[in-house]
């Protein structure tokens, strides 16, 4: 090993040695251990620009293992990013701090997804590279064609989203997927045989990958493996043996590195064992200038690559404009006339559609608004093995296979969890917009994933279908209950439950429109009757709830209600009205959007009286926020039923007859 590359990778160590130590936790087990391969890679073959690090075609190098955050940390103050100085890492772990306990996602920083959940970062991998091959496809190798480096420890690849995200990159012929497995054989609670016994080669090559075995301290074993990856055909595994906590005497090779500071006798021995006799946080000005060598070297690349882009990226229209701003705000005038004439074709489509009034499931009108809006270059659809029940597939769709990136289809296979991990990375490479489809009831197997979109604030769109009992005989297993209310309770998600054809419409467009929030799109399997009837130009979802009916001036109960239930408050207000007493029907299509209004606007939603109702067929408490405990709630607060789908509503109570019965009790 020369002494170069000791001295490189040992500032690693000791920064996270130091950062952790100073804040009093973390983890300096993974930094030290991995310290030698990451320095190899950015050395050598990581292409980035610490002075553009939104550099559209350099590398993705993603942490998956992110309680090794320092390790990242280490190499962006090393190599020169100004997103990090030395004080940010003496700052580690502290409020505020960019160096936070897990790498967190910010735009032009370098950390490229927020990890910590185990495995996530291996599906965010996935989605980059794919997002890569897609867009290569789209511009052209000239302006994009790079690898993703994905770092992955033990528990990467216990957790059950790997083998979903790694089976499916191996499926498409990822060849610019690369990952580097920590294989330390340690992980919290001890080795890793005391739970884990499978053969990872076997697996990768199983998977479709090309896998390596290295030492992962030796130098020449590292670039002799990263070399062959950047010529493979198949996404590459390079296992690289290593000792957690490298360089420590007592806590080298076992646990007790992996997620506490070493202590201060301990670290004056791992300085005395590396030979790094500097202070805390020192980094000589020798050891600095080559780091920093390194990060210039590769943005002088950079800037070369950047400028042979523009070029050609200002052939290509509006498509290579917005990619060059990474498809934020101001849309160049050729995607204005595109824009505008997707729009006129909903707005066509609406008005056609209100002349029939039929019937419609809303997942069927999902679909026939993803047909208006599939020309859309950025738009990326897919489903996790339910294309037909989610209808997320329309006609004009292209489907996208293995080693072929043409499509704007991606069949994600029954793979729920890698589908949202992926759909993140697919979002977080320059904006794409991925959507993809599930059942409804199959968002508890997504929610890690969609947490994290909603955290990075990722334009990332779930069309989840079969909503509720109305899903019929395919019982309690498939009937979403609790679930609208765990996707309500996570910050910065929008959760959608349009009501008929022109409520989806409209939610569609406003989730398009979301660059910072996800959204939830819950569909109908069931027929719904249309409870907009009038063509209207303003978007009336957009305010979350609005007023959809009145059957008199002097009312005494207001309806609440979202989806499939709004057409049955319509008719409990008819009912009511028949006996005189009058009330007001509020579609809530978006609890989230109507709780940012402004108090005039939620006042007028609850002026009138004092008796609020909330229907919706699913769990109750959600609504109570609305209603008070002095209101009514119509919904399930059991498991569903096996039946056809009038006869659950009925067992339910929710009915015309049941709901009406319940109001006059309490008039
Ligand atoms: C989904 C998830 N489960 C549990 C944890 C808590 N956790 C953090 S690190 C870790 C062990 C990871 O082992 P390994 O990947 O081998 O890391 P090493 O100890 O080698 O650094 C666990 C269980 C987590 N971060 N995410
Ligand atoms: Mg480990």
């Not at 006129?344 to 559609?353: A, G, L, P, R, V």
């Not at 009501?499 to 406003?510: K, M, N, R, S």
């Amino acid at each position: 090993m020369s002494t170069l590359h000791k001295n490189l990778s040992n500032a690693i160590r000791f920064l996270s040695v130091d950062a952790v130590e100073k804040a009093g936790s973390g983890h300096p087990g993974m930094p030290m251990g991995m310290a030698d391969v990451v320095t190899v890679l950015f050395r050598n073959f990581l292409k980035f620009n610490p002075k553009n690090p939104n550099w559209l075609n350099r590398d993705r190098f993603v942490l998956s293992a992110g309680h090794g955050s320092m390790l990242l940390y280490s190499l962006l103050y090393l190599t020169g990013y100004k997103s990090i100085s030395l004080d940010d890492i003496k700052n580690f772990r502290q409020l505020n701090s960019i160096c936070a306990g897990h790498p967190e996602y910010h735009p032009g920083t370098g950390i490229e997804t927020t990890t910590g959940p185990l495995g996530q970062g291996i599906a965010n991998a996935v989605g980059f590279a794919l997002a890569e091959e897609i867009l290569k496809n789209k511009v052209g190798k000239e302006i994009i064609n790079h690898k993703t480096y994905v770092l992955a420890g033990d528990g990467c690849l216990m957790e059950g989203i790997s083998h979903e995200a790694l089976s499916f990159a191996g499926h498409l012929k990822l060849k610019n997927l690369i990952l580097l497995f920590d294989n330390n054989s340690i992980s919290i609670d001890g080795p890793t045989k005391l739970a884990v016994s499978d053969n990872t080669k076997k697996r990768f090559e199983s998977y479709g990958w090309d896998y390596v075995d290295i030492n992962g301290h030796n130098e020449k074993q590292i670039f002799k493996a990263l070399k062959k990856a950047q010529k493979a055909k198949r996404p590459f595994a390079i296992s690289c043996k290593t000792t957690i906590g490298y360089g420590s005497p007592n806590k080298g090779g076992k646990e007790s590195s992996h997620g506490s500071p070493l202590g201060e006798n301990e670290i004056n021995l791992v300085r005395k064992k590396l030979n790094w006799n500097y202070k805390p946080f020192e980094i000589p000005n020798k050891i600095k200038t080559e780091w920093n060598k390194i990060g210039e070297k590769a943005s002088a690349y950079a800037q070369k690559d950047e400028a042979k882009q523009q070029k050609t990226l200002n052939k290509l229209g509006w498509l290579g404009w917005s990619l060059n701003r990474n498809f934020v705000n101001n849309y160049p005038p050729g995607f204005k006339n595109h824009r505008d004439n997707i729009n006129s074709s909903i707005e066509k489509t609406k008005k056609e559609y209100l002349k029939n009034l039929n019937p419609v499931a809303t997942r069927k009108s999902s679909e026939m608004f993803l047909e208006l809006v599939t020309s859309l270059p950025n738009l990326i659809g897919g489903s996790a093995d339910l294309a037909g029940s989610n209808n997320t597939k329309t006609k004009n769709h292209k489907i996208l296979k293995p080693g072929n990136f043409k499509g704007n289809y991606i069949h994600y296979g029954v793979r729920e969890h890698a589908m949202c991990g992926i759909m993140n990375g697919l979002s977080l490479h320059s904006g794409l917009i991925p959507y993809g489809g599930t059942f409804l009831i199959f968002s508890d197997y997504c929610k890690p994933s969609i947490r994290l979109a909603a955290m990075m604030k990722q334009r990332v769109i779930y069309i989840f279908t079969h909503d509720s009992i109305g899903l019929g005989e395919d019982g309690p297993t498939h009937q979403p209950i609790e679930q609208l209310s765990g996707l309500r309770s996570i910050p910065n998600l929008n959760v959608f439950r349009p009501a008929d054809t022109i409520e989806t419409f409209e939610c569609w467009q406003l989730a398009l429109e979301s660059k910072e929030t996800p959204s939830v799109i819950a569909l109908s399997r069931q027929k719904l009757d249309p409870v907009r009837k009038k063509y209207s130009e303003i978007n009336k979802c957009s305010k979350g709830a609005y007023e959809l009916l009145r059957t008199g001036d002097n009312i005494k109960v207001i309806l609440l209600s979202s989806g499939s239930e709004t057409s049955i408050a319509i008719d409990v207000s008819h009912k009511l009205a028949t006996e005189n007493i009058y009330s007001k029907v509020i579609s809530m299509p978006c609890q989230e959007l109507f709780d940012k209004q402004d108090e005039v606007y939620k006042k007028e939603i609850f002026s009138g009286t004092e008796l609020l109702v909330s229907i919706e067929a699913s769990k109750t408490d959600f609504w109570k926020k609305y209603t008070g405990s002095n209101g009514l709630n119509f919904g399930i607060n059991d498991f569903g039923k096996s039946a056809p789908y009038k006869d659950i509503y009925d067992h339910f109570g929710l009915n015309v007859e049941s709901i009406t019965k319940g109001i006059k009790k309490r008039i």
